[in-house]
Nanobody, 117 residues
Framework: VQLQASGGGSVRAGGSLKLSCLAR???????????RAWYRQAPGKQRELVAE???????NYQDSVKGRFTISKDNSKKTVYLQMRSLEPEDTAVYYC?????????WGQGTLGTVSS
């Protein structure tokens, strides 16, 4: 299984980016039964949870991104998305997707999002 993340880039403050994470080689039942999440790591900081989507369909967001970011998935494509709007320079980070089902824990390679003021 490989998680292939894409969609990062450079935008100005107030702009938008949409990240995608394709779970290549993952069987559908694992994808739908897993917790799917996006983390980020800014320069000099620890990796932090940004948003999660549980297997039951519940979403949770870090306070700083509530109302601006939306996590979603497309089961038919085995892809998780993170739509980011009203971006701020503080959102600049490498974004990582994560899919977890108990002992099975998968990480994408990271995609860089840079927001300039």
């Amino acid at each position: 299984v490989q998680l292939q993340a894409s969609g990062g880039g450079s935008v100005r403050a107030g702009g938008s980016l949409k990240l995608s994470c394709l779970a290549r080689g993952m069987i559908l039942s694992t994808f739908t039964g897993s917790r799917r999440a996006w983390y980020r790591q800014a320069p000099g900081k620890q990796r932090e949870l940004v948003a999660e989507l549980t297997s039951g369909g519940m979403t949770n967001y870090q306070d700083s991104v509530k109302g601006r970011f939306t996590i979603s998935k497309d089961n038919s494509k085995k892809t998780v998305y993170l739509q980011m709007r009203s971006l701020e320079p503080e959102d600049t980070a490498v974004y990582y997707c994560n899919i977890n089902m108990g002992s099975r824990d998968y990480w994408g390679q990271g995609t860089l999002g840079t927001v300039s003021s």
